[in-house]
């Protein structure tokens, strides 16, 4: 079936969800439902034409053929389920959550034959969330990881890859497992510093006065939504705390190289990480 004649719902009209509405829209000639159970968010989604309409998830589920779930993980969770029993075989289904292993074990184990499952991760993203946010060309050129398993079937993969390159995006396939533990590493662990960096001036109005470049580029996404941020810190807590070991481990050794004063060590970190931190385009 061409994507284009395909009627798609997406379930969460945030930053991501309203963002991909207007990309399909915009490039691809596809004019998404919203399901959204935030009214300011449905009201402001479909006064900017993010959506052609406003649905409850039953109705989505019985005229759509494909289904994008862009809400935070425990709530794909829910709706992996919901969706089980009602979504129509011949279906096709995503979700665009911040951690995989959780989320597509349980659409693995539940979903039935006939629904076209595979889970999604667009890497992109804004400080800013919402619909006022959304923008058609978020995804353009971004990274978007596809974790297929053993049940995925050749066609969904066909399909999803149409998606996400009619998006703007490139494609990248690993397993769910695999996600975890790197997007740990370049995005989950951050946030945790990020936070921390903030909420270790939270009580210093002087500090916070000073705060310029270097701490506002280190610090904005600490700007983030609390909601997404703590479902993905408890389905992804193992990989989170090791990648937080690390980085606890090279601070230590940091700590060592200022008590002995030894220079060469000292700039060794910053040459290393500057090295590293320029293959990063």
């Not at 425990?74 to 009602?86: P, T, Y």
């Not at 909420?199 to 002087?206: D, G, L, M, R």
């Not at 060592?256 to 060469?264: A, F, I, P, Q, W």
């Amino acid at each position: 079936m061409g994507m284009e004649r395909i009627k798609t719902g997406v379930v969460g009209l945030g930053l991501i969800g309203s963002s991909i509405c207007l990309a399909l829209r915009e490039r691809m000639g596809i004019f998404p439902v919203g399901v959204e159970c935030d009214q300011d968010t449905a009201d402001k989604a479909l006064k900017l034409g993010i959506v052609s309409d406003i649905v409850s998830l039953n109705e989505a589920a019985e005229n759509c053929r494909f289904i994008i779930l862009a809400v935070p993980v425990g709530k794909i969770l829910e709706l992996i389920e919901e969706l089980s029993s009602v979504m129509c075989p011949g279906s096709y289904l995503t979700d665009v959550g911040s951690t995989k292993a959780q989320i597509v074990g349980k659409a693995d184990l539940i979903l039935p034959e006939g629904i076209n499952y595979l889970g999604g991760h667009p890497m992109a993203g804004s400080e800013k969330s919402g619909p006022d946010g959304a923008r058609s060309d978020l995804f353009e050129k971004a990274p978007y990881v596809l974790t297929p398993t053993k049940k995925t079937n050749k066609k969904t993969i066909e399909f999803m890859k149409r998606f996400v390159k009619g998006i703007g995006a490139e494609p990248f396939y690993m397993s769910p497992e695999e996600h975890d533990e790197y997007i740990a590493l370049i995005s989950h662990v951050p946030h945790v510093i990020a936070g921390a960096l903030v909420n270790s001036v939270h009580n210093n109005p002087k500090a916070l006065e000073l705060a310029a470049g270097g701490f506002k580029d280190m610090t904005r996404i600490a700007m983030s939504n609390p909601i997404i941020w703590k479902d993905i810190c408890i389905s992804n807590k193992d990989n989170i705390k090791k990648g937080l070991n690390n980085i606890k481990a090279l601070i230590e050794k940091f700590e060592k190289s200022l008590d002995e004063g030894d220079e060469k060590k000292i700039m060794d970190f910053f040459e290393r990480a500057s090295q590293t931190r320029g293959k990063i385009i």
